[in-house]
């Protein structure tokens, strides 16, 4: 067990999916997500840090380059495949850091001056979800205390576009009310050690913990 609570975007969502599969994979590492959707996504995102540090993506991904040609083009300093961590009073921290308590890597980042545009790849279907980019841009203004508004945006490869919003520093506290009362489901699971399992329509074919109940069945 990890000597102090701590969690990222994608341990929230894996909980919210179902407790024990987010135990399983997330903290006692007993099993592996190994989904070809899963696998091809960290290939993209490996090809893109690359690209955007040398400027040439593979011929096959081609498709893509339009997006790394505009991101090395921009102004201002250049941040591939970040690591920050914050406090829970939302202050900077190393990453691997034991008072760490909210961890994000951003895929991309532009810092220039009081202003910063951030770009998270995905290779899903589009969603519209801004809690992920808030917390990447809560982690921005901590480790920047001249940026005063951030840009950030999704960027949905297989559809050729991005959506986002524009954050604010004097204004992104308000957007942490509804995020804290999912980390407190979150934290109160921690502290009871209380993770069962939620069976859904995942169960049947894309869930990699093999010793549940529900493992390889049709629900939902």
């Known amino acids: 067990m990890p000597k102090s609570f701590s969690w990222s975007y994608s341990k929230l969502k894996n909980f919210e999916t179902c ?44 498709d893509y380059q339009r997006w790394v040609d505009e991101i090395r083009t921009g102004p201002g300093e250049l941040l591939i495949e970040q690591k920050w961590a914050i406090k829970e009073d939302f202050s900077p921290c190393e990453f691997f850091s034991p008072k760490a308590w909210y961890r994000g890597i951003g895929d991309v980042v532009r810092v220039d001056g009081p202003v910063a545009l951030l770009r998270d790849w995905k290779t899903g279907k ?84 093999k010793t549940c109940e529900y493992h390889g069945k049709r629900l939902g």
């Open 126 to 209: 589009v969603l519209t979800d801004s809690v992920q980019l808030m917390l990447m841009s809560a982690c921005v203004f901590a480790f920047h205390p001249k940026v005063k508004r951030i840009r950030a945006e999704f960027v949905w490869l297989k559809e050729d576009c991005c959506t986002g919003e524009t954050f604010d520093r004097s204004t992104i506290q308000n957007e942490w009310i509804g995020v804290l009362q999912r980390v407190k489901a979150l934290k109160s699971a921690y502290d009871k050690q209380d993770y069962r399992p939620t069976p859904n329509k995942l169960c049947a074919k894309w869930c990699p913990v």
């Open 19 to 62: 407790p024990k599969r987010h135990n399983e994979v997330d903290l006692l590492k007993n099993f592996t997500d190994e989904s070809d959707a899963l696998t091809q996504g960290n290939l993209v995102h490996k090809l893109l840090a690359d690209a955007c540090r040398t400027g040439e993506l593979p011929p096959e991904y081609q």
